[in-house]
């Protein structure tokens, strides 16, 4: 696969590390009544008006800042893009605000959209993780719809009740085949801490809901990976001062580093009890009735070897999007939720870096 002049632009200042002499400006938006910082990333000139990108972070404390983030979106403005990153505050509070991307991308594509830098006709967005899923459903939104051109999502999910069990399971499937892997306890500890006490046998257990959020924001300030043995102190310390009821329930949730999953059936069991309470404390997680009435230019990814979010949740979306979606799907072993993937054969290697700069192509072409 060729890449186009803006996907070879990008790639070098991806491999750079995001090294490249653009323009940033830090901004103020207003979004939903409140003031909301935001950064603006322009290339180094702009003789003639560009591409304007939105683009949502997930739920992070760093947010915008987030390392890996700043990477891609200093590369997509290098490329030949104006990209506003707004500040999500919900998300970064680690709280799965429904309404946080139709209000986000109402105020962000107004303002990119009047800059003179940027092409008049619309701007995309573009979401990574919870933003991904959550900027496809806010096109729902007919005031959406009509300023944003194409949508892509990094590593989206469609259904929230299989998503909470494969956080507690390690479990997914798609086409009948089923998968097994060892998930990341970070979603596990946000799902947790936002909405253990909504299960009835658990509603006073206050303080297990508390020490999962704290280990999650831990996680986000430091940068590394959730199921480090780092953590196993921090751990230690809160289960300290739990109830034996508590700790019983805190095991499941937050168990040293390493230590092998409980009894599979108590904890099938388990997420299937806690999906049921999710979805009765906010049903609107659930992307699939959403997914089924959008339309317009969809561009999807995710990385194989996500523990996260599992890769069989963005073949879902696929599989619930309506055929007047015009829609591209890159299934990629390059990356996995917000890093690289390891190591791999150098012909795979090789293989899957078409895969990418194919996404790329269908991406930054869209607008």
């Known amino acids: 696969m060729i890449p186009s002049a803006r996907t070879a632009r990008f790639l070098r200042t991806y491999m750079r590390g995001g090294a490249a002499p653009l323009r940033e400006h830090e901004l103020r938006l207003e979004v939903a009544g409140e003031e909301r910082e935001a950064t603006l990333y322009l290339p180094p000139s702009t003789r003639k008006p560009v591409p304007g990108w939105v683009v949502l972070h997930g739920l992070t404390v760093p947010g915008r800042r987030h390392r890996v983030l700043q990477v891609f979106v200093r590369s997509l403005a290098a490329s030949g893009a104006a990209v506003l990153v ?3 505050p919900t998300w970064r509070a680690l709280r799965l605000d429904v309404d946080a991307a139709r209000d986000t991308l109402l105020s962000a594509s107004a303002v990119l959209g009047a800059l003179p ?29 009509a300023a944003v051109r194409v949508t892509v999502a990094f590593g989206g999910y469609a259904d929230i009740e299989k998503g909470i069990h494969t956080l507690l399971t390690g ?16 979603g596990r500890w946000i799902m947790v801490g936002n909405y253990l ?15 999962a959020l704290s280990l999650a924001v831990e996680a986000g300030n430091r940068g590394l990976g959730s199921w480090e ?4 102190g921090m751990k230690a310390e809160i289960r300290r001062g739990l109830s034996p009821a508590e700790r019983e329930v805190w095991d499941v949730v937050a168990p040293p580093a390493g230590t092998p999953m409980p009894d599979r059936e108590a904890a099938r069991a388990l997420a299937e009890r806690f999906a049921q309470a999710v979805l009765r404390a906010n049903p609107r997680l659930d992307a699939r009735p959403v997914l089924r009435g959008l339309g317009g230019r969809i561009v999807l990814s995710h990385g194989r070897a996500d523990r996260l ?23 990629t072993g390059l990356f996995a ?16 870096a078409g895969v990418f700069i194919n996404l790329l192509n269908q991406a930054l072409g869209a607008l």
């Open 117 to 145: 830098e940027v092409k008049p006709g619309g701007v995309g967005a573009m979401g990574f993780s919870f933003g991904a899923t959550h900027a496809l459903m806010a096109t729902a939104d007919p005031a959406v719809r």
């Open 197 to 211: 006490t909504a299960v009835p046998e658990f509603a006073e257990m206050e303080g297990v809901a508390r020490g």
């Open 86 to 88: 707004p500040d999500v």
């Open 309 to 331: 979010v599992p890769y069989t949740e963005t073949l879902r979306i696929q599989s619930l999007l309506p055929p007047q979606a015009d829609v591209s799907v890159a299934i």
């Open 229 to 232: 043995p780092a953590y196993d």
């Open 337 to 352: 939720h917000s890093a690289h993937a390891g190591a791999m054969h150098p012909i795979r290697r090789v293989r899957e």
């Open 171 to 186: 479990e997914h499937e798609w086409g009948g085949e089923r998968h097994l892997i060892d998930p990341d306890p970070y």
